[in-house]
């Protein structure tokens, strides 16, 4: 299956499950940071690489990045993309250090990348078990590995072996919103199964046309 070939009806489905996942992960969100969590997907898009890259400013855009390897079924990669100035403002929120900088050595310890760490998994956590629970299919996230670089070696980092069978990703946008961030923080959350995967998923979910 190729991912351009996804019809409305399968997107839309894709926006459905994405929105209950959000829903999840700021249920979880809220709990930790105690105060009242909004997450939304904008839209779900099917991007090929250089597409991705484009979408996070450009190969030399410096970004923070958590990547997970997604065992089980329906095995690929997950990646959950923010803009430094937004990881630096959900860790401050979580952490309440308004001083905090990951351009400053001295802020950057165990606490706030356990912090960011715990982030990711809230968010992947929530949405592969939203695509759990409507497949029955078991996905299982690994460890997250935490990366602050440009966006051209982040994103080479985990797709250098899916890029040999295929050269696109499911792109889910993420708008995160909390009485105490102003502008909202929009992050990207990449999920790319191997082509495979995809088709077992929608057979699963009963929306197999054109796989």
């Not at 982040?154 to 040999?164: A, R, Y």
């Amino acid at each position: 299956m190729e991912y351009f070939n996804l019809t409305g009806t399968q997107k839309d489905l894709l926006r459905e499950i994405g929105n209950i996942g959000a829903g999840n992960a700021a249920t979880s969100m809220a709990k930790l940071t105690n105060r009242k969590i909004n997450m939304q997907v904008p839209s779900v898009n099917i991007l090929d690489f250089d597409q991705m890259m484009e979408m996070i400013g450009g190969p030399e855009e410096l970004v923070v990045a958590l990547l997970f390897q997604i065992n089980g079924e329906v095995p690929g990669t997950v990646y959950f993309i923010l803009k430094v100035e937004e990881a630096e403002m959900l860790v401050r929120n979580l952490t309440d250090n308004h001083d905090f900088s990951l351009t400053d050595n001295h802020s950057v310890n165990e606490v706030t990348l356990s912090a960011l760490q715990e982030i990711g998994n809230i968010v992947t956590g929530s949405y592969l078990t939203a695509l759990s629970d409507f497949t029955n299919i078991n996905m299982q996230p690994s460890v997250p590995h935490l990366s602050i670089d440009m966006a051209g070696a982040v994103l080479t980092m985990g797709i250098i072996e899916l890029s040999q069978v295929s050269d696109y990703a499911i792109i889910i946008d993420t708008k995160i919103e909390s009485s105490n961030l102003e502008d909202g923080i929009h992050g990207n959350f990449f999920f790319v199964p191997h082509p495979e995967a995809l088709s077992k998923l929608f057979t699963a979910l009963g929306i197999s046309e054109h796989l």
